[in-house]
């Protein structure tokens, strides 16, 4: 498995979503990472299935949808629906998590479960075994371009030990405060999906820097012991 690659479209410019996207895919980016945000579960309000599914016209990467928002089972099929291959539930905002990801297993899409950085592993130990995606927060969630939590970084290789002891398919996805002077700790820790907003959409050229992280995710991965 290498190491894959989501740019966080939260920081892009949504005047301009279709270019900006376009730039990320053609440098290499692997998925497209779309924050949904409720006001709710986090304090801040983004997008709907109405802008995902413009999206998936606009692009052929993998729609990586990250649900930050309460209750997020009423909201599942009308993202399946507008276009998404992958959904994030957190852990913290579904009072039936097991029952939540088994819905999202329904649509036959993706099944991810997401930690904010104050919550430990143990909440998802029992269903570790069935998602395809565990996405460990490495900031508090509502907002991009704060910075990485560094005590998330142990968090991560617990998370991969697990993972490697069991022998789950499950791939750790980090998301937060993740750019290029961090990047390999970050792979070395046991990450292999890494998102990416502002480090990208407010770089002067987005292109370079998916490259510059590619470069960096390509030579850390040959010698970490895990990708
Ligand atoms: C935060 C979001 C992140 C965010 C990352 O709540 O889930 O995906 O966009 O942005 P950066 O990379 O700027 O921390
Ligand atoms: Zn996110």
Do not use: W
């Not at 097991?98 to 991810?112: E, H, P």
């Not at 939590?149 to 002891?165: C, G, M, N, V």
Request: glycine share 6%.
């Amino acid at each position: 498995m290498s190491i894959r690659l989501a740019p966080s479209i939260l920081s892009a410019n949504f005047a301009a979503l279709g270019d900006q996207i376009r730039v990320v895919e053609e440098a290499g980016a692997h998925l497209l990472h779309v924050d949904v945000m409720d006001g709710h579960f986090v304090p801040n309000i983004t997008i709907g299935p109405p802008v995902v599914k413009s999206l998936r016209k606009a692009t052929k990467m993998p729609m990586d949808v990250h649900l930050m928002i309460s209750d997020p089972d009423k909201y599942i099929p009308a993202f399946v629906e507008a276009g998404a291959n992958s959904i994030t539930v957190h852990a913290e905002a579904t009072l039936h998590l097991d029952r939540t990801l088994d819905f999202i297993r329904s649509y036959k899409v993706g099944v991810g479960v997401s930690l904010n950085p104050a919550t430990p592993l143990s909440v998802v130990e029992h269903v570790l075994d069935r998602v395809d995606m565990l996405l460990i927060m490495s900031v508090n969630p509502g907002f991009g371009g704060q910075k990485f939590i560094p005590y998330t970084l142990d968090k991560i290789r617990q998370a991969r030990q697990i993972i490697e002891d069991k022998n789950y398919r499950c791939v750790i996805e980090v998301d937060g405060g993740v750019d290029t002077f961090n990047l390999a700790e970050v792979i070395q820790a046991g990450a292999e999906v890494i998102v990416a907003g502002s480090a990208v959409f407010h770089a002067a050229d987005p292109a370079r820097k998916i490259k510059e992280m590619l470069e960096i995710a390509a030579s850390v991965g040959y010698h970490s012991k895990y990708v």
